[in-house]
């Protein structure tokens, strides 16, 4: 099965990634944890052009076509592998981030991500999505406080990041059935117990099963 980690700056989503691989683990589930942009070598090299440098470095546009560059190769080479081999695929950010962060909050324009989507993903897309939802204000905070280069969208101001929550929270009303709303607000324990419960109901129901794809 594949699962994916979504939602805005500050939300713990790469912590939330490591827990919830480790709790599968530990019930004997073989698990592949990636991101994006990233997760390949190739997909690595473009990342760096996309998360370092000034807020203005790209525009929407031209952001959208190197996330999907990078996302290709991370399907290619981890993504489908490890769904072809039985995995469970937890990923830090998909398709999702593409249509909130370029498109809602960028501008990009909807028809290009709807054809790339369809003609990049070729159907590959996540069975769950879990999206991590928390105030604007104590994202930034949080994304702020952790320090570390890769700055740039945190820099793209107030008003692009609100936008950027209310893109998320209408994927997650659109697509109920794919998507739960996480309120990453809440202390890590307790985000990571509704994870759980949104993940084991997969695992009761066999949707999550170690040998699906």
């Not at 695929?89 to 962060?101: G, I, Q």
């Not at 809602?104 to 993903?121: C, K, N, S, T």
């Not at 794919?178 to 890590?188: G, K, M, Y």
């Amino acid at each position: 099965m594949f699962i994916s980690f979504e939602g805005g700056e500050g939300g713990g989503k790469s912590t939330q990634v490591r827990t919830l691989a480790d709790r599968l683990r530990a019930a004997g589930h073989d698990v592949v944890t990636t991101r994006e942009p990233g997760g390949s070598p190739g997909a690595e090299a473009i990342r760096d052009l996309l998360v370092n440098g000034e807020a203005d470095r790209w525009s929407p546009i031209t952001e959208t076509l190197l996330m999907y560059a990078s996302r290709r190769d991370h399907l290619e080479r981890v993504i489908r592998p490890g769904l072809e081999r039985g995995a469970v695929v937890l990923c830090d950010r998909f398709a999702d981030s593409t249509r909130a962060y370029q498109g809602a909050a960028g501008g990009a324009p909807r028809g290009l991500i709807a054809d790339l989507e369809r003609d990049v993903l070729e159907g590959t897309l996540p069975e769950l999505t879990l999206i991590l939802d928390l105030p604007v204000e104590e994202g930034l905070k949080r994304a702020h406080g952790r320090g570390g280069a890769e700055a740039r969208f945190e820099g793209k101001g107030q008003a692009f990041h609100e936008r950027l929550r209310q893109a998320f929270a209408e994927i997650a009303a659109a697509e109920p059935e794919r998507c739960v709303l996480i309120n990453a607000a809440q202390p890590l324990d307790a985000v990571a117990a509704d994870i759980w419960t949104a993940v084991s109901e997969r695992l009761a129901s066999g949707r999550v099963d170690g040998t699906n794809g």
